[in-house]
């Protein structure tokens, strides 16, 4: 078996895009969430992904978040920019913007709204490499774009330089393995898990590394887990992984019925890094709402559950 030395590793946090009061973008409370990863140790951020509500800002405010980011980032992690589109020359156009303001390498998923096969992915992730001179990474998200990225599709364009790695966020185990395995020939492919609730389990099977939206509230935890799962500590990783799941479950604190997924899942990682003095309110982009005052406690109980501080 070839040895691996993927490119990117460790614990990749998708940065949240914190909003004032009004609805504008935070730029200190994003500069602080950078120095707080930074401080968790992490190994690179993922700004404008699902989690930074790439869809809902507009293309100046993706550049201001951009530039934030980097400049907060110093230099000292790789940062990775989602340039998240429809099509092809949206998705080109963005991520040369993302080129221009320092990104170190795009997250692209594959075209959406219209429907696409197989044969038009290949040709998507093929014409964006082909357009830059940063390293792609693919981001498989089928509950957001609708297509499926198989390891089908994927292996064949990282054996031949086209991707430099995948972010899984699909949720399907057996395909995420069967990329693993695939992954085994190609040295320098990053194959990184977006399944917060199961990294340990994903590491044992072959993953890189994690780009877990939760790792916005605790990247101490998650590089702690990561860090036990290289030296083999299934135990400790195994402990770890247990304490962030029931972390996880502030994502519940939002009445049902009241709040998609995607907003009380980031409305719950918004109020705890507000609850952490890190960021400044928890307000969404609309027509998302913010976590009220009752539901803001049950995550502070969350919080102390896990045995993070509150300010």
Known sequence: MTARTPRYTGVIPPVVTPLTADGELDLPSLERVVGHLLDGGVTGLFALGS????????PGQQDRVIEA???????QVPVLVGAIETTTNRAIERA????????????????FYTRTDATEIDRHFRDVAAAL???????????CVHSK???????????????AGVKDSSGDDGSFRRLAIGARELPEFSVLTGHELVVDAMMLGGADGSVPGLGNVDPHGYVRLHEAAVRG???????????????????RAARPGTASATAAGLGAFKTALMLRGVISTNVMSPP??????????????????AGLGTV
Request: hydrophobic fraction near 55%.
């Open 133 to 143: 001179d940063l390293p792609v990474l693919a981001y498989d998200v089928p509950v």
């Open 96 to 111: 040369r913007r993302a080129a221009e303001l320092g990104a170190d390498a795009v997250v692209v998923t594959a075209p």
């Open 69 to 75: 980011v980097v400049a907060a980032a110093g230099g």
């Open 149 to 163: 990225l198989d390891p089908e599709l994927l292996l064949p364009l990282a054996a031949d330089g086209v991707l």
């Open 233 to 251: 500590d299934w135990t400790a990783a195994r402990a770890e992984q247990d304490r962030l799941v029931a972390l996880f479950d502030i994502i």
């Open 51 to 58: 989690s930074g509500e790439t869809a809902y800002l507009t």
């Open 288 to 305: 998302m709402r913010r976590l009220d005052a009752e539901e803001t406690a049950a995550v502070a109980a969350c919080l102390e559950r």
